[in-house]
């Protein structure tokens, strides 16, 4: 899996298209929700809470929770085949992020940043790959996400950047109506930025967490949805030293990052007279 893993910055994931179950590309954003101007009160309502929930989650410590996650992939016939993954986050901020995925097919990948290094194991096959990283989550994962190219479905929730991101990103935004998600009242919110259509369903009162999303990449070859069902949620968990240590298993072998290997093999090449560079 850790070769397949390969992502584009677009706000919260992206779904890939073609035969192959690639799964939600990254989640970083690009743009920032300058709300179009909320002109009713159901307008106002939404961006509001939406602020409040954006505003919450960057301002929390640390936290854990799982989510259960589901993605179209787009067939070359226009079908779309629903695949998922299951992930259990953990956060210590400033510089400390575990995420463990258990892919529908039962494959498990973890990502571990410690604030010194990123890592990344896919346990099935026994390989982890490894790149120094220093400073905060917030720059951990924008390096996951673009230099190492790698997937990390709703990035964008773990950093504090998210309240400037979507004042800078969402084009509309508007209530749809209080309802309940396992028993639990919500607030269900829907809207637009350049590139895509999102719900969210921010759990009410003083700890405005959000409970589902649901992501449609309108642009995109059949408008393919990405959504997610968050559930455990703890802000003020109690996290040991080894939640956040990696320990690579015995046996695993070290592999680079895929980009590392095409930038490796890009250095090696070498120009023609007429300027072309040769495989």
Same mark, same amino acid.
Do not use: C
């Given at each position: 899996?850790?070769w397949?893993?390969?992502?584009?910055?677009?706000?919260?994931?992206? $779904?890939?298209?073609?035969?192959?179950?690639?799964?939600? =590309?990254?989640? +970083? %954003? *690009? +743009?920032?929700? &300058? =709300? &179009?101007p909320? #002109?009713?009160? *159901?307008?106002?309502?939404? =961006?509001?809470?939406?602020?409040?929930?954006?505003?919450?989650?960057?301002?929390?410590?640390?936290?854990?929770? %799982?989510?259960?996650?589901?993605?179209?992939?787009?067939?070359?016939?226009?079908?779309?085949?629903?695949?998922?993954? #299951?992930?259990?986050?953990?956060?210590?901020? $400033?510089?400390?992020?575990?995420?463990?995925?258990?892919? *529908?097919?039962?494959?498990?990948?973890?990502?571990?940043?410690?604030?010194?290094?990123? *890592?990344?194991?896919?346990?099935?096959?026994?390989?982890?790959?490894?790149?120094?990283?220093?400073?905060?989550?917030?720059?951990?994962?924008?390096?996951?996400?673009?230099e190492?190219?790698?997937?990390? $479905?709703? =990035?964008?929730?773990?950093?504090?950047?998210?309240?400037?991101v979507?004042?800078?990103?969402?084009?509309?935004?508007?209530y749809?109506?209080?309802?309940?998600?396992?028993g639990? &009242? #919500?607030?269900?919110?829907?809207?637009?930025?350049?590139?895509?259509?999102? @719900?969210? /369903?921010?759990?009410?009162?003083?700890?405005?967490?959000?409970?589902?999303?649901?992501?449609?990449?309108?642009?995109?070859?059949?408008? $393919?949805?990405? /959504?997610?069902?968050? &559930?455990?949620w703890?802000t003020?968990?109690?996290?040991?030293?080894?939640?956040?240590?990696?320990?690579?298993?015995?046996g695993?072998?070290?592999?680079?990052f895929?980009? @590392?290997?095409?930038?490796?093999?890009?250095?090696?090449?070498?120009?023609?007279?007429?300027?072309?560079?040769?495989?």
């Amino acid at each position: 899996m850790l070769w397949s893993h390969l992502a584009a910055a677009v706000l919260l994931s992206t $779904p890939a298209v073609g035969a192959e179950p690639q799964g939600p =590309a990254s989640a +970083g %954003t *690009s +743009g920032a929700v &300058a =709300a &179009a101007p909320a #002109t009713s009160e *159901s307008q106002r309502e939404a =961006a509001a809470l939406l602020k409040g929930m954006a505003d919450y989650l960057a301002g929390l410590t640390s936290f854990s929770v %799982t989510f259960r996650a589901g993605y179209d992939v787009v067939q070359s016939t226009g079908q779309k085949i629903e695949f998922g993954e #299951t992930r259990h986050v953990a956060l210590s901020r $400033p510089d400390r992020l575990s995420v463990e995925e258990v892919a *529908s097919d039962g494959k498990r990948d973890r990502v571990i940043f410690d604030g010194r290094n990123v *890592s990344v194991l896919d346990a099935d096959n026994e390989l982890y790959a490894q790149a120094p990283q220093s400073g905060t989550v917030d720059d951990a994962l924008a390096y996951f996400v673009r230099e190492l190219r790698m997937r990390m $479905p709703l =990035a964008l929730l773990l950093t504090t950047r998210l309240p400037d991101v979507l004042a800078g990103s969402v084009k509309t935004i508007d209530y749809v109506e209080s309802t309940e998600i396992l028993g639990v &009242a #919500t607030q269900h919110v829907a809207g637009r930025t350049d590139k895509v259509d999102f @719900q969210f /369903w921010i759990k009410e009162g003083k700890s405005p967490l959000p409970l589902r999303v649901v992501i449609t990449y309108r642009h995109s070859p059949g408008e $393919p949805q990405f /959504w997610a069902n968050f &559930a455990d949620w703890n802000t003020s968990p109690q996290f040991s030293n080894a939640t956040f240590e990696f320990k690579p298993p015995p046996g695993a072998k070290q592999i680079p990052f895929a980009v @590392q290997v095409r930038r490796s093999a890009e250095a090696d090449q070498q120009p023609t007279a007429n300027g072309e560079v040769e495989p």
